[in-house]
């Protein structure tokens, strides 16, 4: 069974910077794909980034382009999101997840999710 476990969120100032983690388990299929996503309350789940088995492909929110990088431990089976330059709009509850496709980063096209965790960016 896929289990997914972030850690690693909290409270940041603006401009500082962070790193989540995300634990992949249980994936039975060689290749596919890591995202990373943001919630904030009254909005859609968005994409923020995601990174591709099959090739270490990555992809980027608009919204994180040039502050944010995704990147992953093959031998631990982790998956992080470097957050620098970070924003008060960063704020909000950052799930990881997987699906079999390339370079997604539609929130439908996800199958196994995290529990979530915070991310706090405030002064």
């Known amino acids: 069974q896929v289990h997914l476990v972030e850690s690693g969120g909290g409270l940041v100032e603006p401009g500082g910077s962070l790193t989540l983690s995300c634990q992949v388990s249980?994936?039975?299929?060689?290749?596919?794909?890591i995202g990373w996503f943001h919630h904030t309350p009254g909005k859609d789940r968005e994409g923020v980034a995601s990174i591709s088995t099959s090739d270490e492909s990555t992809y980027y929110g608009d919204g994180v382009k040039g502050r944010f990088s995704i990147s992953r431990d093959v031998a631990k089976k982790m998956v992080y999101l470097q957050m620098n330059s970070v924003k008060p709009e960063d704020t909000g509850v950052y799930y990881c997840?997987?699906?079999?496709?390339?370079?997604?980063?539609?929130?439908?096209?996800?199958?196994?999710w995290g529990q979530g965790i915070q991310v706090t960016v405030s002064s």
């Open positions: 249980g994936m039975s299929y060689p290749y596919y794909t």
């Open positions: 997840a997987t699906t079999l496709m390339y370079g997604e980063l539609r929130v439908s096209r996800y199958d196994y």
